[in-house]
């Protein structure tokens, strides 16, 4: 039985540990395939950016196991983390994070050069990652002479240029109009439609309803992991 490419074990993540302890995530066990598209909801204060924060490697677990493409990631140290995050997962954020003096090619490459990546082919990953967005001729603009949308198109870009396993959507669709949040959506679905995992992150029901499995978080605990029966007849009318 092939590894699921993400599982978690009984993790737990407490902040002041002892008599005013919050538990932001209490015994939480999850587990995503390759190529599954995953919302994960809740409320602000749910657990749900805390967990976000352990799925991307961006924080380590008071306790419990956290094994990514088969790595227990759990123990590590910032150093590996750093490692792990620049290889398995792309970021997407919801404040976009482009750096404001590059162009959009140039703001795509940048993580390709921190993975030691010749020129060449980081030009050319980031020229097919631009392309696959739909933002071919805009790649030497900056992101101040783009629309929301465009920047966040950019970023969308940059997360999937090296090809990582993982697409991590923190509320992609946050700062965005209804138009350009169904154009992002588009492209997550798209993303997926090739085979790439992708889990969103998410407050709103309306954007959680069009991943195919929805998690649903509150309390620090898992409170439902339904499939989405609408996601596949939405795909055979297409």
Avoid: W
């Avoid at 090619?105 to 980031?126: F, H, M, S, W």
């Avoid at 030497?140 to 950019?154: A, D, F, I, L, T």
């Avoid at 991590?168 to 790439?196: F, Q, Y």
């Avoid at 195919?212 to 009318?237: A, H, P, W, Y």
Wanted: net charge negative; aromatic share 4%.
């Amino acid at each position: 039985m092939e590894e699921a490419l993400i599982r978690v074990v009984d993790l737990c993540k407490i902040y002041n540990p002892g008599e005013n302890e919050v538990r932001a995530l209490d015994h939480v066990n999850l587990q995503i395939d390759r190529g599954e598209f995953v919302a994960i909801i809740g409320q602000s204060g749910s657990g749900k950016s805390t967990f976000m924060n352990m799925l991307g490697c961006l924080d380590v677990p008071t306790s419990g196991e956290y094994y990514l493409n088969g790595t227990d990631v759990s123990t590590m140290k910032d150093n590996q983390l750093s490692v792990v995050r620049n290889k398995e997962i792309g970021f997407i954020f919801q404040g976009f994070n482009l750096i404001a003096n590059l162009t959009a090619i140039e703001n795509v490459e940048l993580p390709l050069i921190y993975r030691g990546i010749d020129r060449k082919t980081r030009k050319q990953l980031a020229v097919e990652s631009l392309t696959m967005v739909g933002l071919e001729k805009r790649m030497h603009h900056k992101p101040n002479e783009m629309s929301g949308g465009q920047q966040q198109r950019v970023a969308i870009a940059r997360a999937i240029a090296a090809k990582p396993p993982v697409i991590l959507a923190d509320e992609p669709t946050g700062n965005l109009d209804s138009a350009s949040s169904k154009e992002i959506l588009g492209i997550l679905k798209d993303m997926h439609k090739t085979g790439k995992t992708v889990i969103l992150i998410t407050h709103d029901n309306g954007i959680a309803a069009q991943a195919k499995r929805v998690v649903r978080i509150m309390d620090g605990k898992i409170e439902s992991d339904l499939i989405n029966e609408q996601f596949d007849s939405e795909e055979e009318d297409l």
